[in-house]
T-cell receptor, first 117, second 113 residues
């Protein structure tokens, strides 16, 4: 079974530029997550989708971050304009269902590493 | 609000020695608890999870964790560490009514030969 796919793996941009990350979840998984992991910290949820609807985007900086999952499968996370503090790993994850219920394991991709200079 | 505390930023052990990584959680109801491992340049991999039942949970790669409700803890253990276990370990908590798990800051495991 293929895992969660992310691209690009690495990106270096200048501040005020834009960047987009793509994620393809495990086939059949209804729920997709984008996490931000700053060096030395645990992952922080940015946005959670169930199919093509947003479940939780309360921690997404909406003035510069946007995400979509138009067809309920793959997803794109965009940052525009980027700031120095956006340097982090952006992890995409998926799970069969919403919530942390028994059996609903969250599977993570390898991450997209962003450096803003 | 739910939270996780991993009090040790770094842990150093010798190969073959035993390991215990500490995790304390705060959650208003019965928690679901998770341990994930992140190798350098990789995403997070689930080691084990606790939802209910036996408080001693077995996971992959020879890891186990014990849920202690009275201490609000879910410590991760391994009897004999291998050099390949060097990685970042994250504890996370969720539960009924919680849409997402909350992660701790992580503990970096260093293994000496």
């Amino acid at each position: 079974e293929a895992g969660v796919a992310q691209s690009p793996r690495y990106k270096i941009i200048e501040k005020r530029q834009s960047v987009a990350f793509w994620c393809n979840p495990i086939s059949g998984h209804a729920t997709l997550y984008w996490y931000q992991q700053i060096l030395g910290q645990g992952p922080k949820l940015l946005i959670q989708f169930q199919n093509n609807g947003v479940v939780d985007d309360s921690q997404l900086p909406k003035d510069r971050f946007s995400a979509e999952r138009l067809k309920g499968v793959d997803s794109t996370l965009k940052i525009q304009p980027a700031k120095l503090e956006d340097s982090a790993v952006y992890l995409c994850a998926s799970s069969p269902e919403v919530g942390t219920g028994a059996g609903n394991t969250i599977y993570f991709g390898e991450g997209s590493w962003l450096t803003v200079v | 609000a739910q939270s996780v505390t991993q009090p040790d930023i770094h842990i150093t052990v010798s190969e073959g020695a035993s390991l215990e990584l500490r995790c304390n959680y705060s959650y208003g109801a019965t928690p679901y608890l998770f341990w994930y491992v992140q190798s350098p340049g990789q995403g997070l991999q689930l080691l084990l999870k606790y939802f209910s039942g036996d408080t001693l949970v077995q996971g992959i790669k020879g890891f186990e964790a014990e849920f202690k409700r009275s201490q609000s803890s879910f410590n991760l253990r391994k009897p004999s560490v291998h050099w390949s276990d060097a990685a970042e370990y994250f504890c996370a908590v969720g539960g009924v009514g919680s849409y997402i798990p909350t992660f701790g800051r992580g503990t970096s495991l260093i293994v000496h030969p």
